[in-house]
């Protein structure tokens, strides 16, 4: 089952300007990831904030997360043409089996 | 170089013919799981190992072994695989199951 629901689904927009991407979940978590996946090919981790994070930053990234809003967002700073992929969360739930449910993902367009 | 192997990255099969699916890690995880990508549904997590001989049933089991009899290899069964199974899978490891997942690269699988 999906946990998490990325939104926008498609987003487009010219080099150097900001991508934002969120993601809404359902149940409690113990941490939640954002992941990349260039087309066709595998996922790539790239940031994973903990239950107990509210802002983590990597890079051009910058993470939130709203616990009580069961929220995140993903912000691409100056963004690349080399950033289009999709892009997709993935959250750990509270509980015993470690299992990663990730959400349906946001294709990200970058226009030279 | 740290990664995750599958084998083979294309594979065209008839209904009904047993086929492996081969995943590999050399970075001593513990966790290892599989999943299936389709259009619209996003990734959906078919098994899951914690550990050797250690597997669980993820979100859609159904038409798919696996075992877990070394720690670096977690291969994915389809015994009398079926058109509906025709889809890209990825095998993914972690550390401990509660960090970020290193994806391989997908096996594109097409059962006529």
């Known amino acids: 089952s999906q946990q998490g629901e990325e939104d926008p689904q498609a987003l487009s927009i010219q080099e150097g300007e900001n991508a934002t991407m969120n993601c809404s979940y359902k149940t409690s978590i113990n941490n939640l990831q954002w992941y990349r996946q260039n087309s066709g090919r595998g996922l790539v981790h790239l940031i994973l904030?903990?239950?107990?994070?509210r802002e983590k930053h990597s890079g051009r990234l910058r993470v939130t997360l709203d616990t009580s809003k069961k929220s995140s967002s993903l912000l691409i700073t100056a963004s690349r043409a080399a950033d289009t992929a999709s892009y997709f969360c993935a959250t750990d739930s509270s509980g015993s089996a470690r299992q990663l449910t990730f959400g349906s993902g946001t294709q990200l367009t970058v226009l030279p | 170089e740290a990664q995750v192997t599958q084998n083979p990255r294309y594979l065209i099969t008839v209904t009904g013919k047993k086929l492996t699916v081969t995943c590999s890690q050399n970075?001593?995880?513990?966790?290892m799981s599989w999943y299936r990508q389709d259009p619209g549904l996003g990734l959906r997590q078919i098994y899951y190992s914690m550990n050797v001989e250690v597997t669980d049933k993820g979100d859609v089991p159904e038409g798919y072994k696996v075992s877990r009899k070394e720690k670096r290899n977690f291969p994915l069964i389809l015994e009398s695989p079926s058109p509906n199974q025709t889809s890209l899978y990825f095998c993914?490891?972690?550390?401990?199951?509660?960090?970020?997942?290193?994806f391989g690269s997908g096996t594109r699988l097409t059962v006529v």
């Open positions: 993914a490891s972690s550390l401990s199951g509660r960090g970020g997942y290193t």
């Open positions: 970075m001593n995880h513990e966790y």
């Open positions: 904030i903990r239950s107990n994070e």
